[in-house]
């Protein structure tokens, strides 16, 4: 059982169900790239659970360029909302405004800020995950 994998897996879940949880129970309204960063999120939660079930150690090749393009869309996305000078290049011209904070824990911690964090441990958890294979290929 590979650590790194479930750990990129649970976090794949948490992040869904934590999104899930804001638009469908809280009822806040998914911005532009809030939908981005659910496009690159979602298939991870799927992806990661059949490569846990499987055992597929190379899964990294098709996790990492998600998860990579997800920690840049999500940086950018809480740039938006805290970064005042960047709001002129928001791309949300209906509907909500990306800049909008629906949360805003402890002065830093937002919806974007959460799901950056979630790309960046998955994306550590792939690299880890390819470290080990290359180092065991190298011993075989």
């Not at 992040?15 to 949880?21: K, N, P, R």
């Not at 949300?92 to 937002?110: A, E, R």
């Not at 792939?126 to 080990?132: N, R």
Request: glycine share 4%.
């Amino acid at each position: 059982m590979n650590k790194s994998l479930l750990f990129a897996w649970i976090l794949s879940i948490m992040a869904t169900a934590g999104s899930l949880y804001f638009s469908e129970i809280l009822h806040y309204v998914p911005c532009t790239f809030c939908w981005y960063q659910r496009i690159l999120m979602y298939p991870l939660v799927i992806l990661l659970g059949r490569a846990f079930y499987e055992q597929d150690l190379k899964i990294h090749r098709y996790i990492l360029p998600l998860s990579i393009l997800g920690m840049l869309v999500s940086g950018y996305h809480y740039c938006l909302q805290k970064i005042p000078a960047l709001q002129q290049f928001e791309m949300c011209q209906s509907g909500v405004p990306c800049s909008v904070d629906y949360i805003n824990w402890l002065g830093f911690i937002t919806i974007p800020f959460l799901a950056f964090i979630a790309f960046t441990l998955i994306t550590i958890c792939m690299a880890l995950l390819m470290s080990s294979n290359r180092k065991n290929e190298t011993a075989a």
